[in-house]
Structures are given as structure tokens and as C-alpha cells.
């Protein structure tokens, strides 16, 4: 018996194939993620650059001259020796109060002690000689031409002798004043030469920074103005200080003029220490303030409903980090801090508030 097996079709449907229909997708995806990217790009662009905004403030605005000096003690002097020499003996007393024509330091003095040993020597000499003639003289034996010589060959040597005795006293240094022993240089068996400081002899209040100021700020600086100080020994501290002289005359080669800056007794400050001064020439309280950075070429962008508007001010004292301004904003508006190259006037911009450091 024939068996036969029968097969079903599957039905003839219109469409694409599966492979057709996977590319199709594909592409709907790319497009969508296309025209997504396109929204966000507009709408990122449409919100502007970011920029970092300040609040205008009120405060104290200070004008300022920079300087730079060294803390030196009011009442201080120095001992250098006259003569070359080799130290022989020091007195080893930094930081000991010493009284004037105290012995610091003796040099070699055997060749100069030498020296007026010989010169007794041949006055004793010269002496006798003298007393010769003046004998001769009496008895009418020796020429007057040769007694005067003998009186002024002894005379001579008499004062070679003073000459070198005030020498020898060249070879000990001595306190110039009663104080402190503030530094001490120089060590047994060093060769020093005339001008050489070997010791700085002071007191140790009061003090003062002395410090050098450009020729042209020097006409914004007057005697009783305050000063705030900087050192890098106190590191975030800043120190009080005032004007108490100023220097005439200038140093045509620096540009500068000395001034120097009183400094009360309890300073911190140590003799020799560098200081950074901003002397206060100008000071007013309760003024409109803005970043320096915000102001260029008396401008500053205003931003207002998150639109960058230029404003004209007007600008009194300029201070290091703020501005006081006389017209043209108000107090708790924003403006751009700093004002960069990418603002332009009218544009939308995406503002972040900065908290701006204390005037």
C-alpha cells in the first residue's frame, strides 16, 4: 500500500525580509539619536557660556603702595676693624648685652707692636743725640743747624710713636654703645680686611622695617600712614605697622626712595627678617565694591535674567583685589568676575556664583 506524505507551504505574505526590516531599524535609531544630539546641542548653545559671577558689596576700599624691606632695630651700630689683620680672639657674646668700649675682638698686633718697640728704640736714640748737641750747644762747640736738626729728628720719632700707638689700639674692636650683641661674624684665624663687619651691636627695641618704595609712588606715601606687613615666618598673619620716616633723597640708579615703618614692641618680627609692606595712602568706608577682575577699561558686564549687559562705572581708589565704584551698578547685583574675552553684550550666559574673599 502506497503511503504518500503530505507537506504544508507556508503562506505567500507580502513585506519586506527580516534582513531589510533590521536595517531599517537601524537607521530610525541613528536618526533619532541625530535629531537628539542636534536638541541638545541647540539647547546647550542657547544657554550660554559659563562664567563666574560676584556680588557687588560693601565695604572698606584701600589704596595701596607696595614695598619691600628688612626689620633693622631703630638704635643699632656696627664694629669693622680699621687694619688688615687675622682675628686672634673673639668674645663669642652674640646675644649678650655688651657696654660701650667692651673689647669684641683683638687682631694679630705682633708686626705693629714690633714696629713701635723699634720706634722707642731710635727715639731713645734720637734722645741722646739731642741731649748731645744741647751740651755741644752750651759750650759753644756745636752748630745751632745742628742742635735744631737733632730737636726735630726726636720730635718726628715722638710722633711716629703716638701715630703707631693709636695704631695699635686699631687691632681690638670695642663696642661702639651699650646694647645687645645682635649677630657676631667671623671665627679665630680668618684674615679680614678694613670695613669688614664683624659684629652689629643694637638694642632690641624698638624696631622698624626700612624698606624701598618706587620714585613713583613715593608721593602717595606720608609720615602716620598704616602699614600692613607680610612675612613668610608668619605665614597668614598680617602685622601692623606705620610710617615714621621718609628718605629725601632717592637712589637715581634703583628708582627708589627709603622709607621707614615703625613697629609697635610686641611684633613678632626679628632683626633681619624680609618684610612685604602695603602701605595704606588712601582709605574710605562703606563703599560700592567689585572684583579688580571684573572691571576693564572702566567696563564690567552686569548680568541680568542670565544676559550679559556691559555697563560703563565710574571707578574711585583701585585696590589690589577690589574696586570701588561710584556709579553705575547697585549693591547685590551680579557681575561677570573676571570679565573674559568670551562675554559679549546681549548674550546669554550660564552664571556661577563665586564666593568672593572678604574686602
Not at 217 to 235: E, H, S, Y
Request: glycine share 8%; with cysteine.
Amino acid at each position: 500500500m502506497d503511503m504518500h506524505v503530505a507537506t504544508i507551504e507556508p503562506p505567500v505574505t507580502g513585506g519586506s525580509p527580516p534582513g531589510n526590516r533590521r536595517r531599517l531599524s537601524w537607521k530610525l535609531a541613528v536618526a533619532v539619536l541625530i535629531v537628539a544630539g542636534a536638541i541638545a546641542i541647540a539647547w546647550w548653545l542657547l544657554r550660554g557660556p559659563a562664567i563666574t559671577v560676584a556680588r557687588v558689596t560693601r565695604g572698606a576700599a584701600a589704596e595701596i603702595v607696595y614695598a619691600t624691606g628688612s626689620v633693622e632695630p631703630e638704635t643699632w651700630s656696627r664694629s669693622t676693624p680699621l687694619v688688615r689683620g687675622r682675628i686672634i680672639e673673639r668674645c663669642r657674646c652674640e646675644g649678650k648685652a655688651v657696654k660701650r668700649g667692651d673689647v669684641l675682638a683683638r687682631l694679630d698686633d705682633r708686626e705693629a707692636t714690633a714696629t713701635l718697640n723699634d720706634l722707642h728704640a731710635l727715639a731713645e736714640f734720637q734722645q741722646r743725640e739731642f741731649d748731645r748737641q744741647s751740651q755741644l750747644l752750651s759750650r759753644g762747640v756745636a752748630s745751632s743747624q745742628a742742635f735744631q736738626k737733632a730737636e726735630t729728628d726726636l720730635a718726628r720719632i715722638k710722633a711716629q710713636i703716638a701715630a703707631q700707638a693709636q695704631r695699635l689700639e686699631y687691632y681690638r674692636l670695642v663696642s661702639p654703645m651699650d646694647g645687645i650683641v645682635l649677630k657676631e661674624d667671623g671665627e679665630v684665624g680668618d684674615m679680614v680686611e678694613p670695613g669688614t663687619i664683624l659684629y652689629r651691636i643694637g638694642l632690641e627695641k624698638p624696631l622698624w622695617v626700612v624698606a624701598d618704595v618706587n620714585e613713583e609712588d613715593i608721593p602717595r606715601v606720608k609720615v602716620g600712614q598704616n602699614a600692613l606687613l607680610r612675612t613668610d615666618a608668619f605665614a597668614g598673619q598680617v602685622l601692623p605697622g606705620a610710617v615714621k620716616q621718609i628718605t629725601p633723597a632717592g637712589d637715581p640708579l634703583s628708582k627708589t626712595f627709603r622709607v621707614r615703618i615703625s613697629l609697635p614692641d610686641d611684633t613678632p618680627l626679628r632683626v633681619g627678617m624680609s618684610v612685604e609692606a602695603n602701605i595704606i595712602s588712601r582709605e574710605k568706608l562703606d563703599v560700592l565694591l567689585v572684583p579688580a577682575n571684573a572691571v576693564v577699561r572702566n567696563n564690567l558686564f552686569a548680568i541680568e535674567d542670565n544676559y550679559a549687559r556691559l555697563r560703563k562705572v565710574e571707578i574711585g581708589i583701585r585696590g589690589t583685589g577690589f574696586v570701588e565704584i561710584l556709579h553705575g551698578v547697585s549693591e547685590g547685583e551680579w557681575v561677570a568676575s573676571p570679565a573674559t574675552a568670551n562675554i559679549k553684550n546681549g548674550f546669554r550666559v550660564r552664571a556661577i556664583p563665586v564666593e568672593a574673599p572678604a574686602p
